[in-house]
Every structure is written in structure tokens, then in C-alpha cells.
């Protein structure tokens, strides 16, 4: 039987992992954990502590009290949070992890996924049909802290055998919690703001393309790469993909279900940010190696989007 610990469970992404991992695995086999208290109804549904991973001492006795059999590490500071506290960054996103690998060394933990991003790419990577191995030279702290743990992992693989697994995201769209400071909030700006009516100031140019992909993808990527048999793979660290499109697309894909929404572009200094990513992304191997399928294009996202914020 499975015994998962997830970090960062309060998140974006962690909240609905954490939701879909207890429905697969049963609800006391999955315990959330982060810095942040859960909510009262989530606290009472399964096993839950309050985490701080750059403290090794807490994550071991977490460690020592649940002996899990596999961790998704989602804890992290994102891109344009990072900028502003670059040294927390570093503490939480690199040190943080360096926490858990030793810990998975350790306690021999079979194995350790956390996701990557498209942040390791940077200015000088080749921006269309981005390969999975190429240039890897990110300006932002998010992304140096990401490319380490993606190398630190696989080290990790190499020499004391932790099956280490990661996989690159684009920008994660959804509608339970909202986005936690990354670059690619401005997506999930436009659906909140259709939601509520009001009219929505985007932070990057209307041209600004970017890779992206609706939170139910995300979840089930993550789910299908820990399980996929090893011998099928031959690497640990993913580029993945869905669609790309330019800000201006989401906004007029939101308008095509929402003749009455209203949108305006301020660029600010995350647009630069956004300018360093890849516009589209080549996930071959993701798809070759664990059959990776996206089921989401973008009006099917904002269709999905406009009926769980209850738009349509
Ligand atoms: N959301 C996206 O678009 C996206 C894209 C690419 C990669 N990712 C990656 O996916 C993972 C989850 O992202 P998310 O969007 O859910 O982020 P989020 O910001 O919504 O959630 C991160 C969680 O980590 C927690 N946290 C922060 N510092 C912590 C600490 N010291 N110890 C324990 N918990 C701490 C926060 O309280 C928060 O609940 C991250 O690794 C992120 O880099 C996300």
C-alpha cells in the first residue's frame, strides 16, 4: 500500500493533487502538508501537518512518523514571487529539496517526483518546438533553483538509486485556488475577472505567446509519469506541453463564451520574465517514453474554466 506525503498541499496545484491522490489511494494514505494551515473542511478529511521544508528536522519527523513510499515535493516559490525574495527562493526551492533527496537517501524512500517548469529554459534557448535537452540557461532565481534540482535529482538517481522523476510545466490553468505568484497568473486573471465581471488588466503584451495546459492535465501528467513502469524511461526530467497561445487568444477565447467580457494589456516587468520562456514546447520524450496524451486545447479549457467558476 502506498503512503504519499505531499508538500506545498495547499497550493495551486497541491490542493487538487492532494484531492485526486486520496481518491486513488484512500484519504488516510495522503498526508497534505505545508506551511500554511489547510482549511477546516480539508483538515478533516485525511491526515494533514504543518511543513516546512527547508527545516530537515520537521521534514524528518514527518519522514519518521508516516514512512512513505513516495513524495510529491510541490512546495516552491514561483517566478515572479522569486524575483522579489530571491534568497527565500533559494532556501525553499533549492534547499528545500536537497532536504527531502537526503531524506529519501535516508530512509530509503522508493520514490521523489517534483515538478520542474519551463522557467530552467532562458533567453538563449531556442523558443519554438523547445527540445528536451538544450540550452539551459534561465535569468530568474525560480528557474536556477529549478535546473539545480532537476540536475540534483538526477544525481541523486545516479548515485544512491532514488527513482527521481520530474517533469517540465507550462503555465497550469484551474479554477479551486488561485495561482501563487508565477509568471503565467495572468491566464488564470483573465477567468477570475470573467467570474466576477469585472474587467481584466493583463500583465504581459496581447502578443505574449506562452505554453499551457488546464490543471486537469497537469494532475493526471504528474499521476501517470510517477506510475509509468521505469524500464520504459530513459529520462528523469520532462518537457511537457498542451497548447501555446498568445495573451490575447485566452482573452478572446473567454470573450467567445463571454461576449460581455472586457480586457486591457499594462505590461509590467513580468513580461520580460515571460519573454525568456519558450513559446512552444517539444514533449516527444514525455510522449514516447509514458504515452503522455493532452486531452485540453484552449476553448476546451475555457470552457471547463467558465463552468466550474460557474460563468456558463
Ligand atoms: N502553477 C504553475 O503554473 C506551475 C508551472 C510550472 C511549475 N509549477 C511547479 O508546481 C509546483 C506547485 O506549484 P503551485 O502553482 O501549486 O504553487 P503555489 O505557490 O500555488 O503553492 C506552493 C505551496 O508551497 C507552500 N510553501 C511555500 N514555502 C514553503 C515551505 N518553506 N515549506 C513548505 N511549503 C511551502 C505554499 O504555502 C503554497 O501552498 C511548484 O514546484 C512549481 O514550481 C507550477
Not at 530513459?234 to 467580457?261: D, T, W
Amino acid at each position: 500500500m502506498e503512503k504519499i506525503i505531499v508538500t506545498g498541499g495547499c497550493g495551486q496545484i497541491g490542493s487538487e493533487l492532494v484531492a485526486l491522490l486520496r481518491q486513488k489511494y484512500g484519504n488516510e494514505n495522503v498526508v497534505l502538508t505545508d506551511v500554511q494551515v489547510p482549511n477546516f473542511h480539508v483538515q478533516e478529511i485525511g491526515p494533514w501537518e504543518i511543513l516546512d521544508v527547508t527545516s530537515y528536522e520537521s521534514l524528518k519527523a514527518v519522514f519518521t512518523k508516516f514512512k512513505p513510499t513516495k513524495i510529491f515535493h510541490m512546495a516552491a516559490i514561483l517566478s515572479a514571487t522569486g524575483e522579489k525574495i530571491p534568497q527565500t527562493a533559494f532556501n525553499v526551492n533549492l534547499l528545500g529539496t536537497r532536504n527531502i533527496l537526503e531524506l529519501a537517501r535516508e530512509f530509503e524512500l522508493p520514490q521523489v517526483i517534483v515538478p520542474s517548469t519551463i522557467a530552467v529554459f532562458g533567453p538563449e534557448t531556442p523558443k519554438q518546438n523547445t527540445p528536451n535537452e538544450t540550452v539551459m540557461r534561465p535569468n530568474t532565481m525560480y528557474g536556477i533553483t529549478k535546473v539545480s534540482i532537476e540536475l540534483l535529482g538526477e544525481y541523486y538517481a545516479q548515485v544512491y538509486g532514488i527513482d527521481f522523476r520530474t517533469l517540465r510545466y507550462p503555465g497550469i490553468i484551474s479554477s479551486d485556488v488561485k495561482p501563487g505568484g508565477g509568471t503565467t497568473d495572468y491566464a488564470n486573471g483573465f477567468y477570475f475577472d470573467a467570474a466576477t465581471r469585472t474587467k481584466s488588466t493583463c500583465f504581459v503584451s496581447p502578443e505574449t505567446i506562452l505554453p499551457f495546459m488546464f490543471m486537469p492535465d497537469a494532475l493526471r501528467s504528474i499521476v501517470e509519469l510517477s506510475e509509468a513502469p521505469q524500464k520504459n524511461l530513459k529520462h528523469r526530467s520532462f518537457n511537457l506541453a498542451a497548447f501555446s497561445c498568445s495573451a490575447l487568444e485566452i482573452a478572446e477565447s473567454v470573450k467567445k463564451y463571454l461576449p460581455s467580457f472586457e480586457f486591457e494589456f499594462v505590461p509590467d516587468h513580468r513580461d520580460k520574465i515571460a519573454a525568456s520562456w519558450p513559446q512552444s514546447i517539444d514533449d516527444s520524450c514525455a510522449r514516447n517514453e509514458w504515452n503522455w496524451k493532452h486531452e485540453f486545447d484552449l476553448d476546451g479549457m475555457t470552457e471547463g474554466m467558465l463552468k466550474n467558476l460557474k460563468v456558463l
